[in-house]
């Protein structure tokens, strides 16, 4: 057991010193992002608020969705990507809105029925 257990520290020990030290480049692409006459300054917010602005909810199962999904496909394949592609997603359940209704029997003498909006058998999470 001990012996594993050295073994296993000299290989993480020989792991961590051949690691390649990426800390300059990630650097350098904080300072690009950060710079406000650089090209990706604030890009990423301007997708986002692009993708928020056009698409608006984008619910799960709803052609929205879709198209916002294609929209993302297209861009990732203009700014030339490698393997940019869309797999299919099978067996998801699809939130439908059900019909609701409220009736309050008590402490009235006869059944009132209420207005609501509700959101049907969602699932919290």
Known sequence: ??????AL??????????EKDYSDFVKSLQSSIQDPKGIFYHKAYERLANLSDTFGP????????????KSMYDQAVAEGFDNVRLEPVVNFT?????????????????PSPL???????SVSG
């Open 1 to 6: 057991m001990r012996r594993n257990l050295l």
């Open 9 to 18: 520290l000299l290989v993480l020990t020989v792991l961590v010193a051949c």
């Open 58 to 69: 984008r619910m799960w199962g709803s052609t929205v969705l879709e198209a916002a999904i």
């Open 94 to 110: 699809k939130w439908v809105r059900g019909n609701e209704s409220l009736t309050l029997y008590s402490p009235r003498p006869t």
């Open 115 to 121: 207005k609501l909006i509700g959101l049907g058998g």
